[in-house]
């Protein structure tokens, strides 16, 4: 059972969500005190918590895989948001499948669809590439290269960098800065590179933030003006 959580405001989540993680025999947690306070403030008695993390998913993915083939009901959460994408629990799925085992996943929090209608940018046909490659190489010809409307996780401290990259490669590109999204300080601004690269420019930025950017200029449309 894949059990998405808010994003960020602990009231998003879902009546089918809050059943589920009451009814489970075990719950796989990203984050065992993070899935506590979501609990706790729901008032859902749940069975047992496990440890279920990027740094022990392939240990403890057989362990819950006997549990799931011995009858048991297991739950998967992650911290915030959909479980598997950019968040543990690949492994996990992936072995359930292989043994036959079935899986169900509930719909729930993203901030990936919440990101890409707030930017305003063009949302038919739209890339998301988790987050962003480290190495500023990668990064750049990534951005460069995206023929749709490009969905990104990025770090606070790498922000400034990437849009200074973006505003250099084509300060009038559009892109929309969202951070903290649900939360107390949710904030989405809005324009070009290179008025969001002044923006952030020397500032410290904290948060979880996501980066919608339009697709690239085609070739040699920003030499012709168009």
Known sequence: MVCPTPIGNLEDVTLRVLRMLGSADVLACEDTRRTRVLLERHGVEAGELVSY????????????LARVQAGEVV?????????????????????????????????????VPVALVASGLPPARYLFTGFLPRKRA??????AGAPETLVAFESPGRLGATLEMLAAEDPERRVAVCRELT????EVLRGTAAELAEHFRGRRTRGEI?????????PGARSSGA
Do not use: I, T
């Open 138 to 143: 990668e990064r750049a010809r990534l951005l």
């Open 75 to 111: 739950a998967l959460v992650s911290d915030a948001g959909m479980p598997v994408v950019s968040d543990p629990g690949f492994v996990l799925v992936r072995d359930c499948l292989q043994a036959g085992e079935k899986v169900e996943v509930l719909p729930g929090a993203s901030s």
């Open 53 to 64: 993390h990027e740094h022990n998913e392939r240990r403890r993915a057989p362990e819950l």
């Open 183 to 186: 939360k107390l300080h949710e």
């Open 210 to 218: 996501v980066l919608v950017v339009a697709a690239a200029a085609a």
